[in-house]
């Protein structure tokens, strides 16, 4: 059953940490979107990657946050430094044209 | 631009009973329309989504939405609630479907009373 997966899970850390939330895409699909869901703002979208090129990341700040696809079946979203206000659930989605967007179950950040 | 309002932060219907989420978009293009559902701690589901074919779509879970292009709305029906159907629901709209950012609208939870 194809899906989406991303690691970590859950994520505590500290103000000034660096943090790295990792997704695997579904095999095949070419389009890789970041969202950050919130409880004021909702579902954000931060970035997104066709054919791993980022298309648009200007939904992240750019001074902390950093998005990439090393290859095809990995991409990273980091945060350095992270602030309590980066705290939130991340989630990656992947598709391919014509098709619908999967998500993964997300990854929760809490920054003390 | 595209975006969505979703009218009412939380819905509370009885178990039985009919549910109606009211999605109301706008779009330069003519639209993709999504409807997708997030239970606690889970990441999102697609429901159903309209892609410019038949007007009346129906999805999963008994769930059916209706494209209405003179109200700009895309509302999520379902005849008889569940308790089962108590989550989060999500109206989205894209460009186009599976390569194009989903602009999401701020949701509605659903409670379901027994």
């Known amino acids: 059953d194809a899906r989406v997966t991303q690691t970590p899970r859950h994520k505590v850390t500290e103000m000034g940490q660096e943090v790295t939330m990792r997704c695997q895409p579904i095999?095949?699909?070419?389009?890789v979107f970041w969202y950050r869901q919130t409880m004021m703002q909702g579902l954000e979208l931060l970035a997104y990657?066709?054919?791993?090129?980022?298309?648009?990341d200007s939904g992240m700040p750019k001074d902390r946050f950093s998005a990439e696809m090393p290859d095809a079946t990995l991409a990273t979203l980091k945060i350095q430094p992270s602030e309590p206000r980066d705290s939130a659930v991340y989630f990656c989605?992947?598709?391919?044209?014509?098709?619908?967007?999967?998500f993964g179950e997300g990854s929760r950040l809490t920054v003390l | 631009a595209q975006s969505v309002t979703q009218l009412g932060s939380h819905v509370s219907v009885s178990e039985g009973a009919l549910v109606l989420l009211r999605c109301n978009y706008s779009?330069?293009?003519?639209?993709?329309l999504f409807w997708y559902v997030q239970y606690p701690n889970q990441g999102l589901q697609l429901l159903l989504k309209?892609?410019?074919?038949?007007?009346l779509v129906k999805g999963i879970n008994g769930f059916e939405a209706e494209f209405k292009k003179s109200e700009t709305s895309f509302h999520l029906t379902k005849p008889s609630a569940h308790m089962s159907d108590a989550a989060e629901y999500f109206c989205a709209v894209s460009r186009n479907s599976g390569n194009t950012p989903l602009v999401f609208g701020k949701g509605t939870r659903l409670s379901v009373i027994a």
């Open positions: 095999l095949g699909h070419n389009t």
């Open positions: 309209y892609t410019s074919a038949a007007t």
């Open positions: 989605a992947s598709g391919l044209f014509p098709g619908e967007l999967f």
């Open positions: 779009s330069s293009v003519p639209p993709y």
């Open positions: 990657f066709r054919n791993r090129a980022p298309l648009d």
